[in-house]
Each structure stands twice: as C-alpha cells, then as structure tokens.
C-alpha cells in the first residue's frame, strides 16, 4: 500500500468518514453508506469470504490491502480486519490509486 493511500485513509478517519471493526462496518452497510470496503490482506478466510459476498451483493467495491496490524496502527486502533470508507471522492481516489499502483507492479 503506498502513502498516497494511507494518507487518504487517515484523512477518511479524521474526516469521519471511515468506520471499523465487524459490527460498525455491517451496521453502515445496512444504511446503505459504504462506498468502498477495506480487508485486510491476512484477515481469515471466512471474513474475506463474508466481505466478498456482501460487497458483490451491493455492489461495492472491495480491496484486499495491507496486514490489520498495519490498518489497525494506520486508524490508531487495534488491528482491524475490515475497514468501510464512506465517502464517494475518497473511495473513488483510493480506487484509482490501487489500480494505479497494481499496474506499475510487473507481471511475473
């Protein structure tokens, strides 16, 4: 994950537009509020599963990025294993900045 994105997450944070954690996450995602999900890259199997499906279902965008310590550490929280961005530009720039940065990535 670069600065660009972790800089955005922590401004999503600051701004207010980020929630974390299991039940915070479903809760925003039953009112419709989520613009992006974010899990982390050594969640368990069964949450990554979940996340998927509930992302597909409504349609959301969903990335697999860093270790929950490193997401936990980024929210000044405990480690985290799925973070909800709710704000539409953010969630666009954070998209646009992942795809960015997988394409620099050489094929192997």
């Known amino acids: 994950m ?14 207010g537009h ?11 995602l039953g009112k419709k509020q989520v613009r992006l999900l974010v ?8 949450t990554k599963k979940i996340y998927r ?5 409504m349609q959301i965008p969903l990335l697999e990025l860093a270790a929950r310590e490193e997401l936990g550490a980024l929210l000044g929280m405990t480690p985290r294993a799925v973070i909800a961005v709710k704000c ?3 969630a666009g720039r ?7 940065e997988r394409s620099d990535q050489p094929e192997d």
């Open 2 to 15: 670069n600065k660009n994105m972790l800089g955005l997450l922590g401004l999503a944070r600051r701004a």
């Open 94 to 100: 954070l998209l646009e900045y992942y795809q960015a």
């Open 53 to 57: 499906q509930l992302a597909q279902q």
């Open 18 to 28: 980020l929630v974390s954690g299991d039940s915070c996450v479903r809760q925003a």
């Open 39 to 46: 899990v982390a890259a050594d969640a368990a199997p069964r």
């Open 88 to 90: 539409e530009k953010l």
